[in-house]
């Protein structure tokens, strides 16, 4: 019964594509984040919504874009992909704005 | 400032051995101090947390303790296992409410 769970885990396209990831939390939580993890393993925020209302967004380029259908979902879409884009990109949630952040296995994205 | 770095980077040790790692962080508003543990091609995952009306607190092999003047939190693994390997990462929150994730240790645990 996977608690946040985000698709597809892997994704391989060529520069200048549009893409999107999604994520799903069954934990009943109000809080939900995309994070990027680069090639050095590090980590940053990228976007958090709490109850659907984007409440934290980082300096990231106009091509990512966050929708938060509903509490329980947060999509990423991004435009017009760059080799610099390429890292794996997870998904979390958590009650609240400051507690324990429940990823998903990661989406690795490869840009070619 | 969101200011988050981790000592050491890297940390050897054999089995058996105790392993302390450092985070310092910039924010005086920060009153939430967790540890994340990601094995290698995992997702992190949260090992212990304290908050700041504490100083200490243990879970079994793995402590963290906390000096708020000097801004910074130290996690503490004693009789280390291979399965111990991973890379670990510390996350204070912010003033603006967002937990920042520090540099990242990576460890590595000889058998």
């Known amino acids: 019964d996977t608690a946040v769970s985000q698709t597809p885990k892997y994704l391989v396209t060529q520069m200048g594509n549009d893409k999107s990831i999604k994520c799903e939390q069954n934990?009943?939580?109000?809080?939900m984040y995309w994070y990027k993890q680069d090639s050095k393993k590090f980590l940053k925020i990228m976007f958090s919504?709490?109850?659907?209302?984007?409440?934290i967004n980082e300096t990231v380029p106009n091509r990512f874009s966050p929708k938060s259908p509903d509490k329980a979902h947060l999509n990423l879409h991004i435009n017009s992909l760059e080799l610099g884009d390429s890292a794996v990109y997870f998904c979390?949630?958590?009650?609240?704005?400051?507690?324990?952040?429940?990823f998903g296995e990661g989406s690795r994205l490869t840009v070619l | 400032g969101e200011n988050v770095e981790q000592h050491p980077s890297t940390l050897s040790v054999q089995e058996g051995d105790s392993a302390v790692i450092k985070c310092t962080y910039s924010?005086?508003?920060?009153?939430?101090f967790p540890w994340y543990k990601q094995e290698l091609g995992k997702r992190p995952q949260l090992i212990i947390d304290?908050?700041?009306?504490?100083g200490e607190k243990k879970d079994q092999r793995i402590a963290v303790t906390l000096n708020k003047t000097a801004k910074h939190f130290s996690l503490h693994i004693t009789e280390t296992q291979p399965e111990d390997s991973a890379v670990y990462f510390c996350?204070?929150?912010?003033?603006?409410?967002?937990?920042?994730f520090g540099t990242g240790t990576r460890l590595l645990v000889s058998p």
């Open positions: 934990l009943g939580h109000d809080t």
């Open positions: 304290i908050r700041s009306n504490v």
């Open positions: 979390a949630s958590s009650l609240g704005r400051i507690g324990e952040l429940f």
């Open positions: 924010d005086s508003a920060s009153n939430y």
């Open positions: 919504y709490n109850n659907k209302e984007l409440i």
């Open positions: 996350a204070p929150n912010t003033g603006f409410q967002k937990l920042v």
